[in-house]
């Protein structure tokens, strides 16, 4: 019997095409026959709105709450700023300067230029004590860089909801915009820093179909494709943008009007791949 996996891959606010994808599946009833999600970053944040949530809700969440939370700046660097610009400004002389820009650097990699209350309040009205009892097993992924370096897949189901926030925390730790994050005595980043497509959960539970979503039309999907046919003997339906949501731009854009768009597009295109595609 064939089991369907979704894999979410990281891009910031660029995530809310994913939002257009799952409302296709959902609509189409493939939603129920998934097994097994796998996210990173803000594609592990989808993986547990779509798992615990409505369509509905999560489109709420993105357009009213999403925009005005997640990239407020940090209070330990926003003290920083004023006396850096002051320095810059005045010419003051290297070696005055040169420590103000090495204490700032240290407390932006430490703190994060934004801070993360926006997303735990998000997180908070979140029934994440769904999670452990779900009919889907769901993955976050993180990059460890202390004590070790690696890619870690956390499975979610296994972890109780303040441990899944931390995990979400940590899987969306973009280096140098936010902190990041101990979990289990790992110090996290950002799990697309090494895995932004995070096949291996599904290869783990024995999928035969990932349905993987990329939030980037300019990335090359057919390298990803054979290695994973290669490796796993999965089939791939691999859903990209089919114009461009703005790169780097599109990361750190929350706003209503792009999130819209994206909601669209993605219904669009998930629309157009499975036109001809049998499940």
């Known amino acids: 019997m064939e089991k369907l996996g979704l894999v979410l891959a990281g891009g910031g606010g660029r995530g809310a095409y994913q939002l257009g994808v799952w409302k296709y599946l959902v609509e189409k009833g493939i ?3 998934i097994s ?34 997640v990239l407020r700046m940090n209070l ?6 004023p006396s850096l610009a002051q320095s810059l400004l ?3 002389p290297l070696r005055t300067l040169g420590p103000n820009l090495l204490g700032t650097a240290l407390k932006i990699g430490m703190n994060g230029i934004c801070s993360r209350a926006g997303l735990i309040q998000i997180m908070n009205s979140i ?28 499975h979610l189901n296994a972890n109780n909801p303040a441990s899944i926030k931390k995990i979400l925390l940590a899987s969306s730790a973009i280096p140098f915009a936010f ?24 290869v783990r539970e024995g999928c035969s179909t990932a349905i993987i979503v990329k939030l980037s039309p300019s990335t090359n999907t057919y390298k990803s494709r054979r290695k994973t046919n290669k490796i ?14 703005g790169g780097i731009a599109g990361t750190f854009n929350f706003s209503p009007s792009y ?8 219904y669009k295109d998930a629309f157009m791949k499975f036109k001809d595609i049998a499940l």
């Open 179 to 202: 902190r990041p994050e101990y979990v289990g005595g790992r110090l996290c980043y950002d799990g697309g820093i090494a895995c932004n497509i995070p096949t291996a959960p599904l």
């Open 232 to 245: 796993s003997g999965m089939k791939s339906i691999v859903i990209s943008p089919s114009q461009s949501i």
């Open 31 to 33: 939603s129920d026959r």
């Open 259 to 266: 999130v819209r768009n994206l909601i669209n597009l993605g």
């Open 76 to 81: 330990p660097v926003q003290r920083t700023i």
């Open 127 to 154: 029934p994440m004590g769904t999670i452990q009892n779900s009919k889907r097993s769901l993955y976050a992924t993180s990059y460890e860089i202390l004590p070790n370096r690696g890619i870690r897949y956390f």
């Open 36 to 69: 097994v999600v796998s996210g990173t970053s803000v594609g592990a944040m989808n993986a547990v709105l779509f798992d615990t949530t409505s369509f509905k809700t999560a489109e709420e969440i993105w357009t009213r709450y999403v925009y005005n939370t």
């Open 90 to 92: 005045f010419r003051r």
